[in-house]
C-alpha cells in the first residue's frame, strides 16, 4: 500500500509540474526570452532621429502587420485542417485582440496651442457630429455609460482636431474630448483639451475655462493655478446668465483659496 500510496504522489508531482493543461497547447514552441530579445526597462534603443510621432505611427503600423500575420495563419490553418497550431493562432490573436493599447498621441499635443478655428469644414463637421453620436449612445448616467462609445466618440473628436485643425469646430471637439477624460479620471489630458478649448477660441461658448480650473483645484491640487484660471472664468465665461452656477462655485472658491495663502 505504501508503495502504491507513493506512486500515486509521484503522479501528482509530474502532473503539477507538467502541467494540468490539454494535449498540444505548444508550450514547448512558446518563444524563449534571451538576453538579447529581452526588452525591459533597463533597454538603450537610439531614437534620437525619430520624432514621438514617428515612433507611435510606427509602432501603430508594426501593431497591424502582426495583426495581419496572425489572422493569415488562422486562415491558413483553417484552410488546411491543422487545428492543432490553429488553436494556437487563434489564442495568440485572442490575447493580441484583448490586450490593452494606447493611443499615445493626445490630440493637441499634434498641432499645438497657437491656433484660430475659422473655417467651416463640412468634413470637420461630420466627424464632430459622430462624436456627438456615438456620445449620445453611451448614455447619460455616468454610472451605465457605455465606455465603449466614449472612446469611440473621442476617436471622432480627435479626428476632427487631428485631420482639420483650421475648422471652427476644434474648440468644440476639445472641450468635448475633455469632459470624457474627466470621466475617465484622465485629469491631466482633460486639463489639456480644456485649455486648448479657451486658447484656440478665447469666446469659447463652452464653460472649458471652469472646468480646467476645477481639475487643477480638486484632481490636481495645483492651488496656485487654479486660483488664477478661476479669477479668469469668472471675468469672461461668467458673463454667460447659463453659467450662473460655475460663476458662484467659481466665487466660492477663489474665497477658499486665497484663504489657504493667506495662513
Known sequence: MARIACTGLLIVLLSVFVGC??????????LPQSPTQRYGPGAVINVADKSEVDLVEEMAVSRQAYRQGLQLLVGYYT???NNMKLRWAER????LNTMPKYNYIVGPEIIGRNLRPTASIPAADDLFFEGEAFEKKAGPLPPFKDQNSLRLALQSYNQVIKVHPTSDKIDDAAYKAGVIYEYFQDYSIALLYYQSAF???PDTIHPARFRAARVLDKNLHRNAEALKLYQEAVKTEGRFDKYREWKEYAERRIRELQKLDEQ
Open 21 to 30: 493543461g490539454s494535449v498540444d497547447e505548444g508550450r514547448g514552441q512558446l
Open 79 to 81: 484552410r488546411t485542417g
Open 199 to 201: 486658447q484656440w477660441d
Open 92 to 95: 495568440e490573436l485572442n490575447a
